[in-house]
């Protein structure tokens, strides 16, 4: 039997505090099927919050999978706001193409683009946006830090999926590629002082960086 200490028992309560709606439920499934690992409900619910606290109107996501982060992104953006996702997976971006039309949200909010993160965020406007969210490969962390900060407005945030990368970040003796790219990411925010930032240790990590 696997006993729980009280820090993971208030994890498991925050995590389980938030509950979704049957749309977004299929959105899920649908993820679980293809393989692209959706958001914990408690990373989706923060996302939301971001994005209306912030008034987005232009979000860039990293990761779009099968859009369950992309429809609880578009939940707190504005209504006219538009959220640029980028994936290398044509068929992940078909799964999210019908979960965007299952929410009815009407194909204007979406720009789905379809290719390597690295090679689609230069294409992307300086200053431009409200928020940036990363799900995608921790081990090209650095450049999205690199290019997500470029690409806010002053105000904006920043976040960073698997920024405790299923714990190993905080174990010195792990040294693996990605996790090392975790942890230079996280120094390159916190060495800005020109970013607030804050680690929450909701679904595997959340980095959350504002710009001044
Ligand atoms: C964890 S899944 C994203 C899940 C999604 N955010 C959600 O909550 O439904 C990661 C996604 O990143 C995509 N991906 C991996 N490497 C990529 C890259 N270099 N550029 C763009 N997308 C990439 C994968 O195809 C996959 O769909």
Redesign the pocket.
Known sequence: MCVQTNAERILTHAEGAVREDEALGAARER?DDLG????PPAVGAALALFARMLDAKTVVE????????SLWLLRGMREDGVLTT????PE?QRAAKLSFRTNDIAPARTRLING???DVLPRLADGAYDLVFV???PV?HPHYVREGVRLLRPGGAIVLHNALHGGRVVDPSQRDAATVAVREAAKALAEDDKLIRVLLPIGDGLLCASKL
């Open positions: 993820a692209a690992e959706p958001v990293v990761g779009t999978g099968a859009g369950v982060s980028i994936d290398s997976e992940h390597r993160a690295l799900d995608s490969a090209d």
